[in-house]
T-cell receptor, first 113, second 116 residues
Framework: DQQVKQNSPSLSVQEGRISILNCDYT??????FLWYKKYPAEGPTFLIS?????DKNEDGRFTVFLNKSAKHLSLHIVPSQPGDSAVYFCAASAASGTYKYIFGTGTRLKVLA | NAGVTQTPKFQVLKTGQSMTLQCAQD?????MYWYRQDPGMGLRLIYYSASEGTTDKGEVPNGYNVSRLNKREFSLRLESAAPSQTSVYFC???????????????FGPGTRLTVL
């Protein structure tokens, strides 16, 4: 059973517009969430994270929103740039237990110039 | 600063052959990990090493063994490769185990393995 789900395998957005990537989780024990970005032939790189004590975290053009009651988080990229074209993975972990990260299946974002 | 390095980048094996994937990090991190990524699936943890001298199974350990050679190096061995092990393998490291208290994992570039 997939505990972390990214239901949109791909997303296309015009340059300058907002990109919204979504992630749903089922385990209510998850309390720390991350987004990773992956370019082809490279490893994932950390983008932004959020703790369950917050509902929003911003870093430049990237904002992550967390809705604990809905078990949903989203990554907003504003404005989107062609260099943002990549696969984005969300991941979740639980402070209780072993902290193992559970990754979603990824969303491929294409930003059109 | 190289970060996390992996060798080889590509490998083709025949069923039943063995091989070792090498990983090294130069960030003085305590914890290291091996993941595999398959189409339509997220990264799945194979094995991890919370600190030098310790290793533990992850989500999909069957068919693999690991060695934490020293603080820098963490190798993954396939003793008898199977087509189901065709995948992209990523090594990662972090200061604390699984990024506890806000720490993050740093990933290597990956090894693309094909088992015929």
């Amino acid at each position: 059973d997939q505990q972390v789900k990214q239901n949109s395998p791909s997303l296309s957005v015009q340059e300058g517009r907002i990109s919204i990537l979504n992630c749903d989780y089922t385990n209510s024990m998850f309390d720390y969430f991350l987004w990773y970005k992956k370019y082809p032939a490279e490893g994932p790189t950390f983008l932004i994270s959020i703790s369950s004590i917050k509902d929003k975290n911003e870093d430049g053009r990237f904002t992550v929103f967390l809705n604990k009651s809905a078990k949903h988080l989203s990554l907003h990229i504003v404005p989107s740039q062609p260099g943002d074209s990549a696969v984005y993975f969300c991941a979740a972990s639980a402070a209780s237990g072993t902290y193992k990260y559970i990754f979603g299946t990824g969303t491929r974002l294409k930003v059109l110039a | 600063n190289a970060g996390v390095t992996q060798t080889p980048k590509f490998q083709v094996l025949k069923t039943g052959q063995s091989m070792t994937l090498q990983c090294a990090q130069d960030m003085n991190h305590n914890s290291m990990y091996w993941y595999r990524q398959d189409p339509g699936m997220g990264l799945r943890l194979i094995y991890y090493s919370a600190s030098e001298g310790t290793t533990d199974k992850g989500e999909v350990p069957n068919g693999y063994n690991v060695s934490r050679l020293n603080k820098r190096e963490f190798s993954l061995r396939l003793e008898s490769a199977a087509p189901s092990q065709t995948s992209v393998y990523f090594c990662a490291s972090s200061e604390t185990v699984f990024g506890a208290a806000g720490d993050t994992q740093y990933f290597g570039p990956g090894t693309r393995l094909t088992v015929l």
